[in-house]
């Protein structure tokens, strides 16, 4: 069984600065991307940034360009999400989230995600 557990969500000011990580255990599997994702009280779960297991591409959101990074620790079996210049509609319980190792959809797609962490609340304040 794969699980994966995301830590470092908190409550911040606006203009400060998070970092989340997500790690992996339980049985071995691969994955070809890792992907974090978001969902506000009353919306659907939006995509914010993915990274390709083994190519280290990175895609991100539009809203999240130039504030948000993603990043990966291989050794580790972790992805990471640095959160920058954080503002008040960034709040949301924030998800990462694994693909198989064939892709099942588009990246940015909830739906093409396997493994699903239990999530972490992100708040910030005006």
Known sequence: QVQLVESGGGL???GGS?????ASSGRTFSS????????APGKEREFVAAITWNADSTYYTNSVKGRFTISRDKAKNTVYLQM???KPEDTAVYYCAAQGEVPAGLITGVGSYDYWGQGTQVTVSS
Request: a positive charge; one cysteine or more.
């Open 32 to 39: 070809y991307a890792r992907g974090w994702f978001r969902q």
């Open 18 to 22: 998070l970092r989340l990580s997500c």
């Open 84 to 86: 920058n210049s954080l």
């Open 12 to 14: 911040v000011q606006a």
